[in-house]
């Protein structure tokens, strides 16, 4: 299986509407890959939180329709990276998006953990409550968003719902970006699943980001890394890798806290 991820730059002098187009002439340069990947909040930098209410969309928005026909273009799977969705209905959500390879909208999943400590998105946006997986014909994706990183729990309830390979895109800030790195390597380790995380490079709204996408194997080991500057960060791996990891070193069967007990 190839994934290609896509370490753009937000530039703020550039419109999100050339954006929008510049990152889907990107996509449709990864015709022959089986997954395509791109940062969280790639529309308006993850710390323009000035600007998440006047760009914010609806879910079917002009983001929706770019990418739904990049996807079907270059006939890839699509983790469009996130958006500032507007439900008519609620507040602002950090939304993510995923196509299959016909353009048509696979899952949507909802940041569940908001970064900022009682401001920015965390004040600005709601918060998601489901965990969403996608299945693929190769795997099953599970979906988490930048600050999730920092929540086993949730990596736990997606691997409990089938999830083989956990797609993160992210606005990751530069000076935690060792956290970034090595938080990516435990999730897969523990997990053991792959570990597809994409973030940005440039800087959001003055805040210079950690750009290292990175993607690491089911013994965390990393099969590849990014530098700080834009960059496709193209990889091939093996998804029947987390069975034989599963198999082989049975340690998810030995969980004790947080498993339902059998009956019988």
Not at 15 to 22: A, P
Not at 131 to 143: A, C, K, N, S
Not at 153 to 180: K, N, Q, S, T
Request: glycine share 10%.
């Amino acid at each position: 299986m190839r994934a290609s991820l896509l370490q753009i730059a937000v530039d703020e002098g550039e419109s999100i509407g050339s954006r929008r187009e510049r990152v889907a002439s990107l996509v449709r340069e990864q015709a022959g890959a089986d997954l395509v990947v791109l940062p969280e909040l790639w529309t308006t930098g993850a710390f323009a939180f000035e600007s998440f209410s006047a760009e914010a969309e609806p879910l079917q928005g002009s983001t929706y329709e770019v990418m739904a026909k990049a996807a079907s273009d270059a006939g890839v799977w699509l983790h469009a990276g996130s958006i500032p969705e507007r439900d008519p209905e609620g507040p602002l959500y950090n939304t993510s998006l995923v196509f299959s390879p016909a353009g048509e909208l696979a899952a949507a999943y909802r940041k569940i953990h908001r970064f900022g400590f009682d401001k920015g998105e965390a004040v600005l946006m709601g918060a998601g409550a489901e965990l969403v997986t996608v299945r693929l014909p190769e795997t099953v994706l599970g979906l988490a968003t930048c600050y999730d990183l920092r929540f086993p729990e949730l990596f736990r309830g997606l691997v409990d719902a089938g999830a083989e390979a956990l797609v993160i895109p992210a606005g990751w800030p530069e000076r935690r970006r060792a956290h970034w790195t090595l938080l990516a390597q435990a999730r897969a380790v523990e997990n053991q699943a792959f570990v597809l995380a994409c973030g940005t490079a440039g800087a959001h709204a003055g805040v210079p980001q950690a750009g290292h996408s990175i993607v690491v194997d089911p013994w965390g080991e990393v099969l590849a890394e990014a530098g700080a500057g834009e960059e496709v960060l193209s990889v091939e791996f093996d998804p029947a890798k987390v069975g034989v990891t599963r198999g082989q070193f049975p340690v998810l069967r030995d969980r004790v806290l947080g498993v339902e007990p059998s009956r019988g």
